[in-house]
Structures are given as structure tokens and as C-alpha cells.
């Protein structure tokens, strides 16, 4: 259901987007975990790299479960007991998780929560729109002949508000507001169960149309985000394949024969007469078989009254 995804603020301004408060209620900023793997784009789409907001617990076990930490994870979760040594020999797809079997399938029983960009914005922190946050799970995989672990993470999904329901009969679960958002990540207080009551369709939502630039993910560009009207119909364009057919139809198609030379090349041509073969009246149309219907007809009419049969 969600296939593309967008985060393209400079990583200090989506620190910043980020802001929260501990239990503490001191203001703070998440601290990054590699944030040289975290790519800006326009256009993220699943296996790419993402800004995942989670528990600072999941990475050290005495840290306080209220703090946050972002770490850029892979889209498309890989669950921890694949034994392939490729992550994309994966058979199926886990970009996406159904709220309804979360708890179900075997792909996500291993999976810590965590999610999917960043939450409430914050007074002289962060004044501008906050960044969309949508549930989601994690797990690590580590590969089996050994190296560096891969973290990757799979969307939660419920049924779509009403809003979005002519669009898509799924839409990604989100979560509403900086409670919502410390509760789900605070894994520590509070339990699995509790944290998937949060899971559940919402209206406060804004979303519009954009164009089919977005469809391709090597496409990232501001122009995947730009909102278009779906009541005007864009001008076709041809092709660059079909702009060189046009140039070759116009240099190398056949020319038109001028008339003067057309009547001149016919005259030169030897006329012949015969007694049985007359000129028609009509006008001769090459692969008109009603004109050679009149023409038959003509000649009948016209044979000499010798050859024609005498009645008694």
C-alpha cells in the first residue's frame, strides 16, 4: 500500500524536527546512530535507506527507554532468523505490515518497535509543518558468514479514514501527536499491547495529488512533492524515439510528383488505338472494381451490330 515515502530535510533540521521531551520533561534532541547512511531524497522508495525515530534503550540496555535516537534503516524489514546471505533473496514483500496479523506472522514476531520519522514540533525549536509519523517495527539481521548488521524496519498499515478511502482501502497507521508517539516508543513503560491500541485509522491527514514522476525512484527531484490538478489535461509530448520517426517521415518520405512533369512524362508515352479497345468516358481509378463494371458495361453497349446476334 505505501510505496513511497519522503524525507528530504538536511539532517540539523530534521534533528530538530525531532525535538522531544524525556521523562524528565527537559527539552532534547535525538542523537543520530551512522548518520552518514542517512540520505536526503525526495523519493524514497522500499530497500531504500530511511530516518527511523526509536528507544535509545534498543541500543544500550541502561539507557532510559524515553530517550530517542535516529538511525537510518533499510525499508523493507529483513526478519532476524533469514538464513540467506542475501537480503534480497527475501521471497516477499515487507515494506508494508497489516495491523490485524502483526502479531501473527512469523516475518514480525521478532521485531522491536519503533517509528518512522519524527514527531511533534517544538517552540523556537522547530516552527515549521512536523514531519508525517508513521508506526512501524524494526529488526536486526545479521548475515551468516558474518559483517556488519542490517537494520530495517516494515510500515504499519490499518484500514483507510474516510478521507483516503476512494484513494486506497489501506493507509499507513499513524501516530498522532507527541503522546501517541512517546507512548509507542517508550517500550520500556509501556507494554506491546497497550502500544497497538494507538493502532488505528485517523482523520488528520492532508494529502494531495502529484504527478507520475514519482513512479519512477530514480526520479528525485522537488518536483515529486509539487501538487498537481488532475482537471487539466497536460499536453502531450512525443518521445525522443518518436520525435526522430517525425524528422526521418519528413526528410525521407517520398516526394509528390509535380503535375507539369507527371503530364509531360505522359504524353511521351506511344498511344495505341484499336477497334476493340476504346477509350472510356469515365474516369479510370486504379483498384476501383465499379468503374471497371462501367467500363464493361460501356463496351457492351457500344459493339458493332455485326457481332451482335440477329433475331428471326
Known amino acids: 500500500m505505501c510505496g513511497r515515502t519522503s524525507c528530504h530535510l538536511p539532517r540539523d533540521v530534521l534533528t530538530r524536527a525531532c525535538a522531544y521531551q524525556d521523562r524528565q520533561g527537559q527539552q ?8 552518514d547512511k542517512y ?12 530516518p527511523v525515530l526509536l528507544s535509545r534503550m534498543h541500543f544500550e540496555k541502561s539507557a532510559d527507554s524515553s530517550e530517542r535516537v535516529i538511525a537510518p ?10 538464513k540467506e546471505g542475501d537480503p534480497s533473496k527475501l521471497q516477499f514483500n515487507t515494506s508494508n505490515c497489516r495491523s490485524d496479523t502483526i ?19 517544538w517552540e523556537k525549536v522547530w516552527d515549521n509543518w512536523r514531519p508525517l509519523t508513521m508506526a512501524g517495527i524494526f529488526d ?24 483516503l478511502n476512494d484513494i486506497h482501502h489501506r493507509m499507513p497507521a499513524i501516530l498522532d501527536g507527541e503522546e501517541a508517539v512517546s507512548k509507542w516508543l517508550d517500550f520500556g513503560k509501556i507494554s506491546t499491547q497497550e502500544a497497538l491500541k494507538l493502532i488505528h485509522p ?43 520517426m517525425l524528422q526521418w517521415l519528413a526528410t525521407k518520405s517520398p516526394k509528390k510528383e509535380n503535375p507539369e512533369t507527371s503530364q509531360k512524362a505522359e504524353s511521351d508515352v506511344p498511344q495505341w488505338s484499336s477497334q ?22 460501356k463496351e457492351k453497349e457500344e459493339e458493332p451490330v455485326a457481332k451482335r446476334p440477329h433475331s428471326q
Request: charged letters at 20%.
Open 73 to 82: 534503516m533499510r525499508w523493507g524489514l529483513v526478519p532476524s532468523w533469514f
Open 202 to 244: 485517523t482523520e488528520n491527514v492532508i494529502f494531495h495529488p502529484v504527478s507520475h514522476v514519482v513512479n519512477n525512484s530514480r526520479n528525485n527531484t522537488p518536483e515529486c512533492l509539487i501538487p498537481v490538478d488532475l482537471l487539466i489535461k497536460k499536453e502531450l509530448k512525443a518521445s525522443g524515439s518518436s520525435q526522430k
Open 276 to 297: 476493340f479497345l476504346q477509350k472510356s468516358p469515365f474516369p479510370t481509378k486504379r483498384g476501383s472494381a465499379k468503374l471497371l463494371e462501367q467500363w464493361l458495361k
Open 103 to 121: 502479531m501473527e506472522k512469523p516475518s514480525f514476531k521478532s521485531g522491536s518497535i519503533g517509528a518512522a520519522y519524527s514527531p511533534e514540533d
Open 140 to 163: 536486526c539481521w545479521e548475515p551468516p558468514e558474518g559483517g556488519d548488521c542490517l537494520y530495517s524496519y516494515t510500515i504499519i498499515t490499518v484500514d483507510s479514514c474516510k478521507g
Open 39 to 50: 540520505c536526503p531524497s525526495y523519493n524514497n522508495s522500499p530497500q531504500s535507506n530511511s
Open 28 to 35: 532534547r534532541l535525538p542523537e543520530w546512530r551512522h548518520p
